[in-house]
């Protein structure tokens, strides 16, 4: 992938079980739940005193909302990307390769997948409104 | 408590995360930048693209205050 790739939002290429897909990305339509998934999976890895959870993991400890917004972002994923699939396709085939997927769709949705993204994409808002120094 | 308080607390609240309110303004900033942008449209912009239009007008926005900061007059004490 070139290093521009990314920042076109051209979707990434993704290997489940030897066959590659192309992961398109998700669309502000998708922003709320994005960030719900950012705090529970956040919110998981404090929980689970580990610093990077794996996605599967991370269920586990997760909230009844964090872990449904990650199953929206996962099935809106993959009817952009693979619209031909049914919505039972979908479903099964989330579930099966969650971790993978999940990892695949913050990476390639975000520049800055952390905790404080939410709070730094505020500031920058607040900062566009009333200008650098407010 | 202050306005991007208030804002913060909305997207960490689980009972109330990030609104309707939050996606207008960043609709706003879009529209200021770029001109008229259908609602639609601007909900099918994909998120990369999103961070990379508002880095790139924040850049310009201080870029613009630092040359207007030059040739504000200076106050005299």
Same mark, same amino acid.
């Given at each position: ?6 920042? @076109? ?10 066959? #590659?897909?192309? @992961? ?28 990077? /959870? ?13 872990? #449904?917004? /990650? ?8 009817? /952009?990307?693979?619209?031909? #699939?049914?919505?039972? #396709? ?45 | 408590?202050?306005?991007?308080? !208030? ?32 609602? !639609? !449209? ?21 870029? !613009? ?13």
């Amino acid at each position: 992938m070139g290093r521009f790739t990314r920042h @076109l939002a051209l979707g990434e290429k993704i290997v489940i079980n030897g066959e #590659e897909f192309e @992961l398109k990305p998700l669309s502000i339509e998708n922003i709320a739940d994005f960030f719900e998934a950012m705090k529970s999976m956040s919110g998981a890895a404090k929980a689970s005193g580990k610093e990077n /959870i794996d996605p599967s993991d991370a269920l586990k400890y997760m909230t009844k909302e964090g872990a #449904e917004a /990650i199953g929206r972002l996962i099935d809106a994923t993959l009817k /952009i990307s693979l619209p031909d #699939e049914s919505a039972e #396709e979908r479903r099964q085939f989330g579930l099966k390769y969650m971790g993978e997927l999940l990892n695949k769709i913050f990476e390639m949705n975000s520049a800055m997948v952390n905790p404080d993204a939410a709070e730094r994409l505020k500031d920058k808002v607040k900062t566009l409104q009333h200008g650098p120094n407010n | 408590m202050d306005r991007i308080t !208030e804002l913060k607390s909305r997207i960490f609240n689980k009972e109330k995360p990030l609104s309707d309110s939050d996606i207008i303004r960043i609709h706003h900033v879009m529209m200021v930048n770029y001109g008229w942008i259908s609602l !639609e !449209e601007f909900k099918q912009l994909p998120l990369p693209t999103l961070w990379g239009l508002l880095n790139e007008i924040e850049t310009d926005a201080k870029r !613009e205050k630092a040359e207007t900061d030059k040739i504000k007059p200076k106050r005299h004490k």
